[in-house]
């Protein structure tokens, strides 16, 4: 079964930053993302102050960041791996999760309460 996937306002910014002139990279990108939704499980579990978020590499130097949240993959970053995992970024990425809009609005047409996804929230990285 595919999970429903729902890409942050940042991973957004940084898709089309990054993809915007290399037609390759951004195929690349998109591959891993379909096999991200078939199979969550695959993307490396990290641990510490980024516990509750996977990550796995698109090329040799430039990683996806996400989380899985019920029947959700939450595509949260998408950098190069020494700038994709620096614990302030992320702290920052994943406070902001409560004010996506377009996320929680995601979320809520599945019948999944802001509430709900804030107790998950505060979870990760703890």
């Known amino acids: 079964m595919a999970f429903k996937s729902v890409t942050t306002s940042y991973f957004d910014k940084k898709f089309s930053k990054l993809t915007n002139k290399n037609e390759t990279f951004k195929r690349q990108v998109i591959n891993k993302l379909k096999e991200i939704r078939q199979h969550p499980e695959i993307g490396e579990p990290k641990s510490h102050a980024l ?18 949240f019920k029947d959700y993959v939450i595509f949260i ?24 809009e377009r996320l929680l609005a995601a ?10 996804f804030a107790r998950f929230v505060t979870t990760v990285g703890t």
């Not at 970053?77 to 409560?98: C, E, G, S, V, W």
């Open 51 to 68: 516990r509750g978020l996977r990550g796995l590499h698109i090329s040799e130097h430039f990683v996806v960041v996400y989380l899985i």
């Open 107 to 116: 979320l809520e047409i599945s019948d999944i309460t802001v509430d709900d």
């Open 77 to 100: 970053n998408l950098d190069h791996h020494d700038k994709a995992y620096d614990p302030n970024t992320m702290k920052r990425l994943i406070r902001r999760l409560l004010e996506d």
